[in-house]
């Protein structure tokens, strides 16, 4: 299997839209920081415009490393699974459109190993993608704006909040969030295989995934009650964002923030169950569909 793996990263190494992937995560996070370094000071007296008079803080380290990764990642995560399914949706369907489809199954390899290995395979392209994103968006962010306490903007409810993450309490957070956003992504990675199983071609696979994420994702933000109920806590869409759960934390009866505290981490919780139930779920049906499908190309 180990052999067969080193072949399927190989693959993925030789693609250009692979490095496209990368080029893409590092032109945008280089945007917005010149963007936030040339005049980051308008975006935040504007997000501190409501709170001025009972709210202090020194606006010169408000915009920090912490804070810029936050930003960048409230963003950029939304589009990063198009960057997945880019890769995961070649998986099987790029093997039939070369025609080297058959020729594989005719190695003495079970169809379901050959679905786990181009899995592990878009995992590992997830993961590195991931790594490379913390190196800019976090690293980069650190060592141009600096360090200190770290502001998140949050509505909740009818309300807008503003919280305050000390320095030393955030780093841990970053990497629970990267290991959150890993595991949400690997949802992605496995609906774009499923997706694939059923083409020819690599552009179906592709723009069937990245239709269904931007149609789930509508449904997921639209604000009705039986939609609330009923479909939501159904859609993996619904907690593609739960790692901003990481940097919400409790206050005790004074308001100030608890240093360590995640709000609910229960919700987190299950909200990384259902990820990896939709996961266990999509590539299990993969598997059974490549296992009886009739391979003509």
């Known amino acids: 299997m180990w052999s067969l793996l080193q072949i399927e990263l190989y693959k993925i190494s030789r693609r250009p839209r692979t490095y496209i992937a990368f080029a893409a995560i590092m032109a945008i996070v280089l945007i ?27 606006r010169s380290k408000a915009i920090n490393g912490y804070f810029m990764c936050y930003i960048i990642l409230n963003t ?28 594989l199954l005719t190695k003495p390899v079970s169809r379901t190993k050959i679905i786990l290995v181009k899995f592990i395979a878009s995992f590992i392209f997830t993961i590195v993608l991931l790594i490379w994103m913390a190196i800019f968006a976090l690293l980069v962010s650190m060592f141009v704006f600096g360090i200190d306490d770290m502001l998140i903007f949050r509505v909740k409810g009818d309300e807008s909040q503003i919280m305050q993450i000390t320095k030393d309490d955030v780093l841990w957070r970053y990497i629970a969030a990267f290991a959150y956003a890993a595991v949400a992504l690997t949802v992605i990675a496995a609906m774009a295989i499923l997706m694939s199983v059923f083409a020819e071609n690599s552009i179906g696979p592709i723009v069937a995934t990245v239709c269904i994420v931007i149609f789930f994702t509508i ?8 939609i609330d109920k009923n479909v939501k806590p159904y859609l ?3 907690y593609l964002v739960g790692w901003k759960g990481f940097f919400y934390i409790n206050a005790n009866a004074d308001g100030q923030p608890i240093k360590g505290s995640i709000e609910n981490w229960p919700a987190i919780r299950n909200s990384l169950c259902i990820l990896i139930g939709h996961i266990i779920i999509m590539l299990g049906i993969a598997v059974a569909a490549f296992n009886k499908k009739d391979i003509l190309s």
Do not use: C, H, W
């Open 236 to 238: 993996f869409t619904s």
């Open 219 to 226: 449904v997921s933000n639209l604000n009705v009650p039986i």
């Open 32 to 58: 917005f920081q010149f963007a936030f370094k040339a005049d980051g000071q308008s975006y935040m007296n504007l997000m501190l415009q409501n709170v001025q008079d009972n709210f202090e803080i020194d």
């Open 76 to 103: 950029l995560l939304v589009q990063v699974p198009i960057l997945v399914a880019l890769i995961a949706g070649d998986a099987i369907s790029g093997e039939a459109n070369m025609g080297t489809l058959r020729l």
